[in-house]
């Protein structure tokens, strides 16, 4: 059992700077890959960033290639979401996500493969 707490959220402006952590409990965070996701009002869930087991590709969605970040500490067991300049379409519910499975065998935007979430946290952009 993996249990997964978001926090960093909050209010930004157009242009800020924010870091979103995702702390694991447990002893078997090396053995799972991470997503960020985040929703939208409206809209469905959808992938952000993606960061697997050990080495590897990281994955990014276009809108936020060269301005997001994704990293992990396996000292910690947090995963860490770097948003740089932030706009107004960043505005949603970030939640962290573990899985088992590698990209080889399902894409890191499938919803279905994580095994375990966090509760999310709200970043909002007040511009």
């Known amino acids: 059992q993996v249990q997964l707490v978001e926090s960093g959220g909050g209010l930004v402006q157009a242009g800020d700077s924010l870091r979103l952590a995702c702390a694991a409990s447990g002893r078997t965070f090396n053995m799972y890959g991470y997503g960020w996701f985040r929703q939208a009002p409206g809209k469905e869930r959808e992938v952000v960033a993606a960061?697997?087991?050990?080495?590897?590709?990281?994955f990014y969605t276009d809108s936020v290639k060269g301005r997001f970040t994704i990293s992990r500490d396996n000292a910690k067991n947090t995963v860490y979401l770097q948003m740089n300049s932030l706009i107004p379409e960043d505005t949603a519910v970030y939640y962290c996500a573990a899985r088992s499975s590698p990209s080889t065998l399902n894409p890191w935007g499938l919803r279905e493969s994580y095994e375990y979430w966090g509760q999310g946290t709200q970043v909002t952009d007040s511009s």
């Open positions: 960061i697997p087991r050990s080495g590897g590709r990281l």
